[in-house]
Structure formats: C-alpha cells, structure tokens
C-alpha cells in the first residue's frame, strides 16, 4: 500500500506563487509515475501535470503550462512537488496527488492508482 500526503496549500493573492508537496511513504516508490489533479466548488476533478518515474518526462494540461512546474526527488522521501506561479483566482481548487503504477505517466485519472486526501488552494482576487 502507498500512503501520499500533500502539503503546501494556503491562501495567497493573484499572481503569487504557491510549492505544493506530496510525500509518498508504504511499498517502494520508485516504480510509479505522479500525478497531480485539482477540483474546483462545483467542478468534476481535472487533470494537472504528471511525471515519469524518473522525472525525464512530464505532462502538463493546457490552462497551466508556462506557470506550473511538476518535479520529484526520489531521494528525498518520494516527494514529488507542483511549483505554481502567477496564481490566478480560477486556480482556486482542492489539489490531489496521485500515484500510478501503469506503463507511461498519464492524464487520466482513471489509471491513478493511489490519491492523497488533497490540499486547498485559494487565490483571492
């Protein structure tokens, strides 16, 4: 079993930047690609970035290219980390980690495998 704990959410102003954690602890990490996901109040949950096992391939979805960054450090207890910046008020969501045990990291939630319970991030206007 995988345990995953985010980290990081909070309050902060349009335009400003937040670093969002996850750490993994449980079976190995290693084999899985990450995920991480957001819903909105009153929105189905979407699709964020991703990254390989090794960190040597990522996906991002449209809306956040160019301001959010998905990086892992194996080493560090399996942390994988969202850096987002320029903030704007419709980034405002519930944001998941995710683990995936499948073959190539991916958009779909579906294939995730393993979610953390979510941290809130708020960006007021």
């Known amino acids: 079993q995988v345990q995953l704990v985010e980290s990081g959410g909070g309050l902060v102003q349009a335009g400003g930047s937040l670093k969002l954690s996850c750490a993994a602890s449980?079976?190995?990490?290693?084999?899985?690609?990450m995920g991480w996901f957001r819903q909105a109040p009153g929105k189905e949950r979407e699709f964020v970035a991703a990254?390989?096992?090794?960190?040597?391939?990522?996906?991002y979805a449209d809306s956040v290219k160019g301001r959010f960054t998905i990086s892992r450090d194996n080493a560090k207890q399996n942390t994988v980390y969202l850096q987002i910046n320029s903030l704007k008020p419709e980034d405002t969501a519930v944001y998941y980690c995710?683990?995936?045990?499948?073959?190539?990291?991916?958009?779909?939630?579906?294939?995730?495998?393993?979610w953390g319970q979510g941290t809130q991030v708020t960006v007021s206007s």
């Open positions: 995710a683990a995936d045990t499948g073959s190539i990291p991916s958009t779909r939630e579906v294939v995730y495998d393993y």
């Open positions: 449980g079976r190995t990490f290693g084999p899985y690609h």
């Open positions: 990254i390989s096992r090794g960190g040597s391939n990522t996906l």
